[in-house]
């Protein structure tokens, strides 16, 4: 099986602008959790989908959002980037209670 | 915020030595769960142990769980080289009813070839 796909890899957007970032998930997986890394905060929960709908979110504000397609592809939105929004996301899969199986994420700098 | 906490924050070892991480975390869980991640990329999943179970082995991986004290360690045997990553404790428990996982802020580990 192919593993959890996010795309882009880099991406360098500006102060104010807005970000969409995308994650597949492993086939069959019908669970996404979106993290953001960084340095200072380690791994912070964003939120999580299941069969298009969120049922867990983080401490994050109204900013971030996320949505979930039939097909159970993820994509997260970030507007009115802030400097302090750089970091790694990072995009996880799962079914059931299995362990999670993350992608590479995606790496986002805001300047 | 962060569930679980981690010491050391880096440990620094040679090949061949033996490192010990430990994870402390503050609520109830259904299970604890170890990731592995190298230099910017995606977590890396190694082991799953329940809330109900006090040890478990993998390969060269231990880990240990006591639910008494919140705590929670991994062994890694005879290290290597290839080892060097970071590593991060996740705590799997109820959240809204459904179940969510909860990372704690990692070890750094360097083997030294």
Same mark, same amino acid.
């Given at each position: 099986?192919?593993? =959890?796909?996010?795309?882009? @890899?880099? *991406?360098?957007?500006?102060?104010?602008?807005? =970000?969409?970032?995308?994650?597949?998930?492993?086939?069959?997986?019908?669970?996404?959790?979106?993290?953001?890394?960084?340095?200072?905060?380690?791994?912070?929960?964003?939120?999580?989908?299941?069969?298009?709908?969120?049922?867990?979110?983080?401490?994050?504000?109204?900013?971030?959002?996320?949505?979930?397609?039939?097909?159970?592809?993820?994509?997260?939105?970030?507007?009115?980037?802030?400097?302090? &929004?750089?970091?790694?996301?990072?995009?996880?899969?799962?079914?059931?209670?299995?362990?999670?199986?993350?992608?590479?994420?995606?790496? *986002?700098?805001?300047? | 915020?962060?569930?679980?906490?981690? &010491?050391?924050?880096?440990?620094?070892?040679?090949?061949?030595?033996?490192?010990?991480?430990?994870?402390?975390?503050?609520?109830?869980?259904?299970?604890?769960?170890?990731?592995?991640?190298?230099?910017?990329?995606?977590?890396?999943?190694?082991?799953?142990?329940?809330?109900?179970?006090?040890?478990?082995?993998?390969? @060269?991986?231990? =880990?240990?769980? &006591?639910?008494?004290?919140?705590?929670? $360690?991994?062994?890694?045997?005879?290290? @290597?080289?290839? &080892?060097?990553?970071?590593?991060?404790?996740?705590?799997?428990?109820? $959240?809204?009813?459904?179940?969510? =996982?909860?990372?704690?802020?990692?070890?750094?580990?360097?083997?030294?070839?």
């Amino acid at each position: 099986k192919a593993g =959890v796909t996010q795309t882009p @890899r880099y *991406l360098i957007k500006t102060r104010g602008q807005q =970000v969409t970032l995308s994650c597949s998930p492993i086939s069959g997986h019908r669970s996404v959790s979106w993290y953001q890394q960084t340095p200072g905060q380690g791994l912070q929960f964003l939120f999580e989908y299941f069969s298009e709908t969120q049922r867990n979110k983080g401490n994050f504000p109204g900013r971030f959002s996320g949505r979930q397609f039939s097909n159970s592809r993820s994509e997260m939105n970030v507007s009115t980037l802030e400097l302090g &929004d750089s970091a790694l996301y990072l995009c996880a899969s799962r079914e059931g209670g299995s362990p999670l199986h993350f992608g590479n994420g995606t790496r *986002l700098t805001v300047t | 915020s962060q569930q679980g906490e981690e &010491d050391p924050q880096a440990l620094s070892i040679q090949e061949g030595e033996n490192a010990t991480m430990n994870c402390s975390y503050k609520t109830s869980i259904n299970n604890l769960q170890w990731y592995r991640q190298n230099s910017g990329r995606g977590l890396v999943h190694l082991i799953l142990i329940r809330s109900n179970e006090r040890e478990k082995h993998s390969g @060269r991986l231990r =880990v240990t769980l &006591d639910t008494s004290k919140k705590s929670s $360690s991994l062994l890694i045997t005879a290290s @290597r080289a290839a &080892d060097t990553a970071s590593y991060f404790c996740a705590t799997e428990g109820s $959240s809204g009813g459904y179940q969510k =996982v909860t990372f704690g802020t990692g070890t750094k580990l360097q083997v030294i070839p």
